[in-house]
């Protein structure tokens, strides 16, 4: 009998140790947790993130952590708001999706239930970006198809691969696990969520019910719940389910799963904002310091770009909150130009400052064919497109990208990691000494015996 795709994925989950990793993955997996711990941090204290706390914590009592907050909460209601919470703020790590916002939050929650080891927790993870990433990769739509695919819908498989190896399942029951996750995963949802009337809200990726769900798969699986096992194959395969075209899934795309590490490409961000607006912002910075251009000298920007960024609601000059802001290109660049700390740029006196808007209306944004065709062929790599700069005098400074991969114009240093950490921390820590303790624990996370014990340290506050 032909083997499954799910067959594989049990293999490689049950196969896979910890000294199987070389260190650099390691590192990798702990700079993953170190920037997700952080985008949790700030997710949990913004507008949005107290919404969530005030609509979800009830009168319960729970043992489960809420990362960068005092109370804790019930085990499915933890990893529900850790992993919103995550990517609230638009600033988790990015690669096709948002990977670590369904897989470093249900880690952390089940390492914790279970009171695992360091070294249990970042195998898990490390895996679960693997598989994840994989699936996703093969899952992506067509250009013209890409407004509706929602990221939560294939990263369900990160959650469900992080609770398959935590649990220690069986091959039966992972098969299982990934049978009853792709056939409760969310319904793909961005053209709703980032396109409707009321803008991007919140939940626009359904990261909390993705998170949920994968977890479940494997509580369920454990305790012999079945799911369809060809969840992946054939012609009513998970490709055909969340409506893409073809099914570009096959037993070759985990043939080299022992040489290449998807993990390694995860970016880290450098600004609160849609991951296509990164590469343009960095460029225009770059060429501002460079050129040392005044600020108030600057006559207009003019932006040769994907389409996608021509359209709504990437090129909206006045966002109203934060929903609309994280995905408006001329609103955001105004903000990393003038410097406002990232924690502050939607809030409402930013978003209605004269300062920041007089200059997001002298960014045009426009259509570049050629980018369009680098971006079809390959959604990792964004642009090959020209940002001009005209100063009072007319004077034109550019900036031509061609073929810059994300990761090019994203985060990737441990310093800036650090520096962003600090960002995100401080309000909720108030203490540098403490995030200096913080960082270090995080990045010596295969020292630790017990991960309850060790998240009892996670908490704000600078006392420790």
């Not at 409506?243 to 998807?262: A, S, V, W």
């Not at 550019?398 to 600090?422: G, I, M, V």
């Not at 540098?432 to 270090?440: A, E, G, H």
Request: positive net charge; glycine residues 6%; hydrophobic residues 40%.
């Amino acid at each position: 009998m032909k083997k499954l795709i799910t067959h594989l994925i049990a293999e490689y989950i049950i196969k896979s140790k910890y000294e199987d990793f070389p260190p650099e993955i390691i590192n990798k997996a702990k700079q993953c947790i170190l920037d997700s711990i952080g985008c949790m941090f700030g997710g949990v204290i913004s507008k949005e993130g107290k919404i969530l706390l005030n609509s979800l914590l009830l009168k319960e009592n729970g043992a489960s952590t809420i990362v960068g907050y005092f109370k804790k909460t019930t085990f499915l209601n933890s990893i529900f708001i850790n992993s919103m919470s995550a990517n609230i703020l638009d600033f988790d790590d990015y690669l096709l999706g948002h990977p670590g916002a369904t897989i470093i939050p249900p880690a952390l929650n089940l390492a914790e239930f279970l009171e695992l080891s360091g070294e249990n927790l970042i195998t898990s993870i490390i895996i679960a970006y693997e598989i994840s990433i994989r699936l996703g990769i093969n899952l992506q739509p067509t250009i013209s198809r890409k407004t509706i695919l929602g990221h939560g819908t294939w990263q369900t498989f990160g959650a469900a691969s992080v609770a398959c190896k935590l649990l220690n399942l069986s091959n039966e029951s992972i098969m299982n696990a990934f049978g009853i996750a792709g056939a409760n995963a969310p319904v793909p949802s961005v053209m709703k969520t980032t396109y409707g009337i009321e803008g991007p809200t919140m939940a626009k990726n359904n990261f909390g019910s993705a998170s949920v769900i994968g977890v479940l798969s494997g509580l369920l699986a454990k305790n012999e719940f079945t799911g369809p096992k060809d969840i992946f194959d054939g012609d009513t395969g998970f490709w055909r389910m969340i409506g893409l075209g073809r099914n570009q899934l096959d037993l070759h795309i985990f043939d080299d799963m022992d040489k290449k590490f998807h993990i390694l490409d995860v970016s880290f961000k450098l600004y609160p904002c849609c991951a296509l607006l990164h590469p343009t912002i960095c460029s225009i910075i770059d060429c501002i310091n460079r050129n040392n251009i005044e600020l108030n000298k600057i006559k207009k920007i003019i932006v040769e770009s994907i389409s996608l960024l021509s359209k709504t609601p990437f090129n909206k000059v006045k966002p109203k909150d934060a929903r609309e802001g994280r995905f408006s290109l001329p609103y955001t660049l105004s903000c990393a130009i003038h410097h406002v700390n990232v924690l502050e740029w939607y809030k409402e006196s930013n978003v209605n400052n004269l300062k920041l808007l007089n200059l997001a209306e002298k960014i045009e944004v426009k259509a570049n064919l050629q980018a369009d065709k680098v971006f079809e062929k390959d959604q990792k790599t964004i642009l090959s497109s020209t940002c001009i700069i005209l100063d009072d005098n007319n004077k034109v400074f550019s900036e031509k990208l061609s073929n810059q991969e994300f990761t090019n114009s994203l985060l990737n240093l441990d310093k800036n990691l650090k520096n962003k950490f600090f960002q995100l921390a401080y309000p909720v820590v108030v203490s540098s000494r403490k995030i200096d303790y913080l960082v270090k624990i995080i990045m010596e996370l295969e020292k630790v015996s017990n991960v309850r014990k060790w998240l009892r340290k996670i908490r704000p506050g600078g006392n420790f």
